[in-house]
């Protein structure tokens, strides 16, 4: 299956159901993004190689603000957009089958983790993947060890602080934490 056709299939569907052709096709991106990812992790580049090596893994091209602290890790690769000027901090993980949109300068801390995907809750089905995508609106700020849960979207200008689990929408300028996260202030309450 070409990858278009993947991509196509997994929105429209939302689901992937273990061992169907839509898995196998899905597990082969995954592995070739996996081996992509070993290669950056595992050695010593310039911002320019890191730049082009995650252009590689997610089959776009990059603008020269992008910036990627490694190790990297995506579990899919294909299904990830990464506005202008964003940074990405050491440690990161993006499960991003179900997609993963990155505004406009925006921020993610250290061991961030994007999850898009939930499994079956019947034992004998777990194999069924649901998925959701998550999208960042422009100039988010992700705080360090806080994990995206899926179909979330962080407003722009908006905070996840540190170590927050985000299970539901984060409004437009505001600051979010906790877990599950909960509204902390209004953005412009701490500009002053």
Not at 44 to 55: G, N
Not at 133 to 162: D, F, M, Q, Y
Not at 170 to 182: E, M, S
Request: with cysteine; net charge negative; hydrophobic share 40%.
């Amino acid at each position: 299956m070409e990858l278009e056709e993947l991509l196509s299939k997994m929105a429209a569907e939302g689901v992937i159901r273990g061992g169907s052709e839509v898995n196998k096709a899905m597990v082969a991106v995954s592995n070739e993004t996996r081996r992509l990812c070993a290669i950056l992790n595992n050695g010593v580049y310039t911002d320019e190689e890191i730049r082009q090596q995650v252009s590689d893994i997610i089959g776009q091209e990059l603008d020269e603000g992008f910036s990627l602290f490694v190790p990297f890790t995506s579990d899919f690769g294909k299904n990830l957009k990464i506005g202008k000027n964003v940074f990405i901090n050491s440690g990161c993980r993006f499960q991003d089958q179900g997609q993963i949109i990155i505004g406009d300068e925006s921020l993610i801390g250290h061991n961030v983790v994007f999850a898009t995907i939930n499994h079956d809750y019947n034992p004998s089905n777990r194999g069924t993947m649901y998925l959701k995508p998550i999208e960042l609106k422009e100039r988010t700020w992700i705080g360090s060890h806080a994990t995206i849960l899926p179909g979330v979207t962080v407003g722009k200008n908006s905070v996840v602080a540190t170590g927050s689990v985000v299970t539901k929408d984060v409004p437009p300028d505001t600051i979010v934490g906790g877990n599950p996260a909960k509204f902390l202030a209004n953005l412009e309450d701490k500009m002053k």
